[in-house]
T-cell receptor, first 107, second 113 residues
């Protein structure tokens, strides 16, 4: 079993829909990252959080440390949100990455 | 200009050749990392450096070596490339404590024939 599991692996939705991507982990962590990988390959850090909730524009990230679970939400999704979203957990000595969720938003 | 740059962006080489991938950053961060990404797998850490005199192996360092020439430069070498090193390679930097927000380079797509 991977230390970091994301679901779903692939998600296709229509423009305007509310999107939720989930991340579960099995190790103790000090923080969790959400990253976005564009179709061209570039990776951008979206959030780093260790408790509660963070919001940036239409993106919201939440984390429940007790349940070892985080969610990334996108409100009013748009085709430009199409990307791979990656969860990574910060342990004592390294980051452990999930496999990513490929999101496609159709117009 | 990009804060983290990688050269080359694409490289095709043959088995047994020595390859160097270079990473430069203008962010002034002490911490630098090399990752590889394979289809269907998460990013995996090859090597990391917390300052110029500190180099550490990651989870998949076999077949790779690194050099931290300066705070701003961190190079990854494949001494004798093999086909299963075909992957997308990313350099990243982070400020402050280790594994804080990571700033990634654009990636290098390496193909070993």
């Amino acid at each position: 079993k991977n230390e970091v599991e994301q679901s779903p692996q692939n998600l296709t939705a229509q423009e305007g829909e509310f999107i939720t991507i989930n991340c579960s982990y099995s190790v103790g962590i000090s923080a969790l990252h959400w990253l976005q990988q564009h179709p061209g390959g570039g990776i951008v850090s979206l959030f780093m959080l260790s408790s509660g909730k963070k919001k940036h524009g239409r993106l919201i990230a939440t984390i429940n440390i007790q349940e070892k679970h985080s969610s990334l939400h996108i409100t009013a999704s748009h085709p430009r949100d199409s990307a791979v979203y990656i969860c990574a957990v910060k342990g004592a000595q390294k980051l452990v990455f999930g496999q990513g969720t490929r999101l496609t938003i159709n117009p | 200009d990009a804060d983290v740059t990688q050269t080359p962006r694409n490289r095709i080489t043959k088995t047994g050749k020595r390859i160097m991938l270079e990473c430069s950053q203008t962010k002034g961060h002490d911490r630098m990392y090399w990752y590889r990404q394979d289809p269907g797998l998460g990013l995996r850490l090859i090597y990391y450096s917390f300052d110029v005199k500190d180099i550490n192996k990651g989870e998949i360092s076999d077949g790779y070596s690194v050099s931290r020439q300066a705070q701003a430069k961190f190079s990854l070498s494949l001494e004798s490339a093999i086909p299963n090193q075909t992957a997308l390679y990313f350099c990243a930097t982070s400020p402050g404590q280790a594994y804080n927000e990571q700033f990634f380079g654009p990636g290098t797509r390496l193909t070993v024939l």
